[in-house]
């Protein structure tokens, strides 16, 4: 097996397609050899080797990797015409991972290797730059102690920036650039006695057992909990491993003409189509990242435009801050063409480091450019436009979740920098905002105005938390996952939503929140972000994304791809609005259960579960059918002429009871029963699992004048709204079918409902009657079930839930582990699970389209909008899938993208 790749001087033996193998790095850096680019010579040692060191452990690697890495040396050296620990005139090293997929600052890397108490006068002799000689060896010392020995002092930090940042203050100094070669002399020497302090051995002087040590460490980085986390969440497989490459050093720290610096050939953040980047004089790539020195723009517009935020005038910034275009305007042209090269032939976006070693260009990565939702959809269409890239490779670069960003607030940017963070929590519903703590969702109201915004903060929130929720302008749970009941409905409301803040204190009594030493009352103010789970103190004012004309086309092109249908879970004409113009095509959910929680209806809902007898449910029900057909009728008209598919009631009835005394005694109160009776019924109502008891269709068999007064507001609303010229289609879904005799029981209801509609209107419309596959029972005979039923909707919440036994609002305590440990590749409550769930699904949609063929079948859960479960409803055939509308747009795009990766196989890895 070959294990090593090497590269420079034209020679490269590998290429931009071998990332698997080499790394993005790794690839791209002899894909640049091979095009003319000028890279300091190295070697890639593959992704193979990292995998053999996980399971082999290190002295077996080395042993194997030997003789290829002498090879790879004398390949550097040949071409550098300088030696590998030679004294007089030291070739020295870089070692820098590489991933198949980009982990930016996740693992490690060690620079300057080579130098030792010998070789480094031999550098200041050779260059004629002492300072440089003796700042490069005090890198080395300091990230050799970091990387390779892992140095930590008492307290677990990094003992030499602790002592760099002393001594700077020491010597009056701001930056390491200023130090003197006396003052680097003994850093360096303060550097060897903290790594002999907390290490328990000296620093090599040995070149070959650091560059050994270097290339260990960083195949050992690729299991650090950062670099596991980043994977994690970002759906990266543990299994790749990461590539080493070994590189001839090139020095931007070697005096005023030379630099270091990055860059990326069109705006990251915006999209634009400009060159852009920063750069330092006489100094090393890390302190353009680092954030130590105040780096310079690349180009002249740059310059002009940092200028004029940081209130510099021309002339200072001429003297000051020159660009690169200006500062070295011959490099400057030089590193435009390669970059313009670079885009033209990887076809995307570059992320270039480089260095310019005394007027001498070098580059030393080049990668695709992470970028912004807003530039992502940019940059596509643009490049689209421009002919260098066709449809469906633009298609393809849209990273759909992403095109969150777009669609919600955003906090401003340059006061987000100044503002203090608190925790972090699950990034449950995205967006940005801002407001007042409020404790209790029934207090929601009293601090909610035009001026006021609100965020209600709970251990965790409940079906009766609903109108609070809706009032509140975000969410914040202490407990909960991503399908929590915060979650779901947040996202379905399109409420931004952090949940499972797990360090927050939260007194009910108190009213204060507590987090990390700092406690916080009710009506103090905090942020959150939804996009990424943090939480922040005071207000941070937030700005509305703006979806320009390149949005509306990268939709369009998605639709003219897609097979499947997308349509949007709304419960109010508002929501169901929002889908519409997010290009939802139908709603695919509309949960009954929320309408009955608003203030005028709570107690009438609440009234009919009290009720002894049927003649008293229904006296409760006909005060309800008005409201619940009026509701229905917003929805119809905002769907015009798309189908809307209604739950009937799905949550079982205690939901809707309060359970605190206070509570109930009001409740008592208002529908005039006596306070023993309510806690009886209330008990009565209580449930060991209530998500496998007394609910859905259950409700409906035992309680069947529930069925007919939703039927009837159905109905009686398509026949209102017909009247008034909308076009209506109704798809009514019986939840929770596990038997065909539950469906052919609660169809029959609802069909005999909808004749007496007919002839007391002397009018008809067309509906369906379908249900949610949602009980593992209910896939197994979905060939009888489909013979009463017009449309199938999986329901992959309560199926993910019931067919793995676990509890989704408690699962959060035990799956992040096992993900992280392997058991399960992905929370089965985000992303489907094709191996169990996943067959449960293939079967019922084949033996549904056995009983009877032109079944519709789509699918209503959280899945609905998540990329990769969208890809395999697609796969198996569904006519649509349904998601918060919020969502509609990733699920177009992913939708669109299934299609190509079926047809286009070398799509399938990206």
Request: with cysteine; net charge negative; glycine share 10%.
């Amino acid at each position: 097996m070959k294990r090593i790749y090497k590269f420079g001087n034209g020679q490269a033996e590998g290429n931009g397609q071998m990332k698997d193998l080499l790394g993005g790095k790794g690839a791209n850096l002899a894909e640049m050899d091979r095009i003319g680019i000028p890279v300091p010579p190295g070697f890639t040692i593959t992704t193979e080797v990292c995998r053999e060191y996980q399971t082999e452990g290190e002295e077996v690697v080395r042993n194997l990797l030997h003789d290829e890495a002498l090879e790879g040396l004398r390949f550097i050296q040949k071409i550098m015409d300088k030696d590998f620990g030679n004294v007089d005139d030291p070739l020295l090293l870089s070692v820098r991972s590489g991933a198949k997929f980009s982990m930016p600052g996740m693992m490690d890397t060690v620079l300057d290797i080579g130098l030792t108490d010998q070789s480094v006068a031999g550098l200041a002799n050779k260059s004629g730059k002492a300072k440089f000689a003796w700042d490069a060896y005090r890198r080395l010392i300091q990230m050799y102690g970091g990387v390779v020995l892992k140095i930590e002092d008492e307290e677990g930090e990094n003992p030499f920036e602790k002592e760099l940042e002393k001594y700077r203050d020491l010597k009056g100094v701001k930056y390491d650039k200023d130090l003197t070669v006396d003052d680097l002399i003994e850093l360096v020497n303060l550097f060897k006695l903290l790594t002999k302090k907390y290490a328990g051995v000296e620093f090599p002087q040995d070149p070959k057992e650091q560059v050994w040590g270097a290339i260990m460490a960083v195949f050992a980085s690729w299991n650090t909990p950062r670099a596991i986390y980043y994977r994690e969440i970002n759906h990266i497989s543990n299994d790749l491993g990461t590539a080493v490459s070994v590189q001839a050093m090139v020095f931007g720290n070697m005096g005023d003409h030379s630099v270091s610096g990055v860059a990326f050939t069109r705006n990251a953040a915006t999209g634009e189509n400009d060159f852009n980047g920063e750069y330092l004089v006489d100094a090393q790539g890390e302190d353009v990242v680092a954030g130590i020195r105040t780096p310079l723009q690349i180009t002249i517009k740059g310059s002009k435009q940092w200028a004029d935020f940081a209130g510099i005038q021309e002339e200072e910034r001429n003297r000051a801050f020159p660009s690169l275009e200006e500062y070295m305007p011959d490099q400057y042209n030089q590193l435009n063409e390669v970059q313009m090269k670079l885009e033209s032939h990887f076809k995307d976006v570059q992320d270039l480091e480089f260095t310019i070693q005394e007027e001498k260009l070098w580059l030393l990565q080049t990668r695709t450019g992470k970028r912004t939702g807003e530039a992502m959809v940019r940059i596509a269409m643009e490049m689209l436009k421009e002919g260098m890239i066709d449809e469906k490779t633009a298609l393809m670069r849209v990273e759909p979740e992403k095109l969150d960003e777009l669609l919600h607030p955003v906090f401003d940017p340059g006061v987000l920098k100044m503002s203090k963070p608190l925790t972090v929590g699950l990034p449950a519903s995205p967006g940005a905002t801002t407001g007042r703590i409020v404790f209790n969702a029934d207090e929601v109201e009293n601090f909610k105005s035009d001026d006021e915004q609100v965020i209600l903060v709970r251990i965790e929130t409940s079906a009766d938390d609903l109108r609070g929720m809706n009032l509140s302008d975000g969410i914040l749970t202490a407990r909960g996952g991503m399908t929590s009941h915060a979650a779901v409905v947040a996202r379905g409301m399109g409420k931004c939503c952090v949940s499972g803040a797990g360090v927050l204190n939260i007194s009910y009594k108190e009213k204060t929140m507590s987090v990390n030493g700092n406690t916080y009352n009710e009506g103090d103010w905090i942020s959150l972000d939804g996009s990424t789970g943090k939480i922040y103190e005071g207000k941070i004012p937030t700005v509305q994304p703006e979806l320009g004309n390149e949005f509306d086309e990268l939709m369009a092109l998605a639709d003219n791809y897609a097979r499947m249908k997308v349509r949007a879970n709304a419960d109010t004409p508002e929501s169901a609005r929002v889908g519409i113009m997010y290009g939802a095509r139908g709603i695919g959910l509309c949960r009954t259960e929320h309408m009955f929680f608003e203030e005028n209806r709570i107690m009438k809902m609440r009234k009919m579960i009290m009720a002894d007898a049927q003649e008293g449910r229904e006296n409760a029900l006909a005060d309800l059918l008005p409201m619940q057909r009026s509701d229905f009728e917003g929805i119809f008209e905002a769907m015009n002429g798309y189908p809307v598919t209604i739950r009937l009631l799905d949550p079982p009835l205690h939901e809707f009871i309060p359970f605190e005394e206070e509570e109930q005694r009001v409740m008592a109160k208002e529908i005039g029963m006596t306070m023993e009776k309510v806690k009886r019924t209330a008990e009565n109502l209580k449930e060991i699992n209530p998500m496998l008891g007394h609910r859905g269709c259950r409700l409906g068999t035992t309680y069947p004048e529930i069925t007919r007064m939703q039927a009837r507001a159905i109905i009686e609303a398509a026949l209102n709204e017909k009247a008034k010229g909308i076009s209506v289609y109704p798809e009514i879904m019986i939840p929770l079918t596990g038997t065909l005799g539950e469906m052919k029981g609660q169809k029959e209801i609802v069909v005999n409902e909808a004749e007496k509609v007919f002839a007391e209107r002397n009018e008809r419309i067309d509906y369906l009657v379908g249900t949610m596959i949602e009980v593992p029972r209910a896939a197994l005979i979905a060939d009888q079930i489909a013979r009463e039923a017009d449309f199938f909707s999986f329901g992959t919440n309560d199926l993910t839930q019931m067919t793995f036994g676990f509890s989704r609002d408690d699962a959060g305590k035990f799956l992040p582990e096992y993900v992280m440990n392997g058991i399960l590749p992905e929370d089965p409550f985000q992303v489907l699970d094709r191996e169990g769930v996943g067959q449960l699904v293939e079967m019922a949609i084949e033996k549904g389209r056995n009983s009877k063929q032109d079944i519709h079948i789509g699918i209503c859960g959280e899945h609905g909008g998540e990329p990769s479960s969208v890809e395999f409803c697609h796969q198996t055939g569904m006519d649509y899938v349904s998601c918060s509308p919020f969502r509609v747009p990733i699920a177009r795009v992913a939708a669109a993208q299934a299609v190509i990766k079926e047809t286009e196989e070398h799509f399938v890895d990206k």
